[in-house]
């Protein structure tokens, strides 16, 4: 990974709680207010108090001969009062079980990262989105919901790619200043080099000051590397300590007080069996320069961060958050689906 010009663009749940104890977290987390069987007597009693008054007036202002007048008017202001409470509370109750409905599988996927419905409420639920940059270096941004900013949370999307190079990929920038020029920051990235690798880097004052680099394989052997495949790729940000996982799996952590570590080196291409096959002979070489491209930058890379890195200047506490993309060379595109923010209590 390099250093970057920045281009933006735009079945059943059981986990300890009731169903109705995870309803009420959830619609609680979401910021919905639940009403219970206290409200309705409230209104009930709002429209009977309404009805009264009505009646009390009419009278007043009546003759006798009125009066039989008057409480039917006050009643049919009842019950269209009582009406168009009803409506309200069901309309009230169709949106909770809609939002329980959408939220339903990021409470059943909670469990993977050690949480449950109790730990915090949905920040965001993002629909599909593709990022799609070409050129030397370039990076695209996508968020819907920009003015949303965290410190802890669980970040999680289904990512399938289409990259030219190896070291181009897709995944996320969080904790971020939004400093479009010289941007404080973390990314993490998935891209196709080595049969797979994710890259941890913080940006500060838009240079690298910390690096980190993971192989999912090692622990996750569903992982892809191909074109055209998909992984869930997934952040826990808690404090100081970034949990990655993908697919499900653990595959590392970082903890952002520590300094950058000395990048591991994946093994070579292996070479053609058939030396006179032109063609795999030509793929082959072409596969090597990559890969020597791509460690001698991460090489580099590491060095400048080793140099940048300084305790509190590189570790940020909260910050905007986006899918990202970026390409260092040819064209790359990024699909995020089912992609949520989780935001974790204090």
């Known amino acids: 990974m390099r250093l970057f010009k920045k281009k933006h663009y735009s079945k059943q749940i059981v986990i300890g709680l009731s169903l109705l104890g995870i309803l009420t977290l959830l619609l609680q987390g979401c910021g919905m207010d639940t009403q219970s069987d206290s409200s309705n007597a409230t209104l009930t009693a709002m429209s009977q108090a309404i009805a009264g008054t009505a009646t009390a007036e009419k009278a007043n202002a009546s003759n006798a001969g009125d009066l039989a007048t008057a409480q039917a008017e006050a009643t049919q202001q009842s019950q269209e009062i009582s009406a168009t409470q009803t ?22 996927e909670l469990p993977t990262y050690g949480l449950d419905a109790s730990s915090g409420k949905v920040g965001w639920i993002h629909d599909p989105l593709t990022l799609e940059v070409s ?78 680099h993971f192989y999912p394989k090692e622990a996750d052997r569903s992982f892809q590397w191909q074109n055209g495949t998909t992984n869930r790729i997934a952040i826990v940000a808690r404090d100081n300590l970034i949990e990655i996982y993908t697919n499900l799996v653990k595959i590392g952590e970082i903890d952002t007080t520590q300094p950058p570590k000395q990048p591991i080196l994946p093994p070579k291409p292996a070479p053609p069996i058939d030396k006179m096959d032109k063609a795999a002979q030509k793929s082959y070489e072409d596969q090597l320069e990559e890969y020597e491209n791509i460690i001698q930058q991460s090489q ?9 890195f300084q305790g509190g200047k590189s570790v940020f506490t909260d910050g905007f958050l986006s899918m990202l993309a970026l390409t260092q060379g040819g064209r790359t595109m990024c699909q995020f689906d089912k992609a949520w923010l989780w935001l974790l209590e204090p």
Request: glycine share 8%; net charge neutral; with cysteine.
């Open 87 to 108: 409506a309200q509370l069901a309309d009230r109750d169709v949106t909770k079980l809609a939002t329980a409905t959408v939220a339903a599988p990021i409470i059943a």
């Open 135 to 212: 050129g030397y270096q370039q990076m695209a941004y996508g968020n819907d919901y920009m003015n949303v900013t965290a410190k802890n949370f669980v970040l999680a999307a289904d990512l399938t790619w289409d990259t030219q190079y190896g070291d181009s990929g897709c995944g996320f920038m969080f904790r971020s200043n939004g400093d479009k020029q010289k941007p404080d920051q973390y990314m993490l990235v998935a891209t196709r080099f080595a049969n797979g690798r994710v890259v941890f880097m913080a940006l500060a004052d838009g240079e690298p000051a910390n690096l980190r």
């Open 300 to 308: 580099e890379n590491f060095q400048i961060a080793k140099t940048n």
